[in-house]
Nanobody, 114 residues
Framework: VQLQAFGGGLVQPGGSLRLSCAAS????????MCWYRQTPGKQRELVAA???????TYTDSAKGRFTISRDNAKNTVALQMNSLKPEDTAVYYC?????????WGQGTQVTVSS
């Protein structure tokens, strides 16, 4: 399984960005598609997750501002990020867990700054 993430960039506080991730290869169900983020010197943290059956998980800081979605037919996962804050600045990684094995994309930088 290979993952490729798109959509990072520079945005002003209060702005929006949409991250997308395309997975190639065989992805069986059940599986979970996730977005993580990491800042220098800190551990990678889960931002949001969605299972193949549609169950959602969000970290507290993302609730109400971020929306994760997926297209099972296309093996893609997206993260719509609204009301962005400077503390959302990080490298964002997509992740797929299949049969207890995790696969990672290359990461995309999101910078929230005026």
């Amino acid at each position: 399984v290979q993952l490729q993430a798109f959509g990072g960039g520079l945005v002003q506080p209060g702005g929006s960005l949409r991250l997308s991730c395309a997975a190639s290869g065989t992805i069986s169900s059940p599986n979970t598609m996730c977005w993580y983020r990491q800042t220098p010197g800190k551990q990678r943290e889960l931002v949001a997750a969605i299972t193949s059956s549609g169950s959602l998980t969000y970290t507290d800081s993302a609730k109400g501002r971020f929306t994760i979605s997926r297209d099972n037919a296309k093996n893609t996962v997206a993260l719509q990020m609204n009301s962005l804050k400077p503390e959302d600045t990080a490298v964002y990684y997509c992740n797929v867990v299949v049969s207890s094995r995790g696969y990672w994309g290359q990461g995309t930088q999101v910078t929230v700054s005026s």
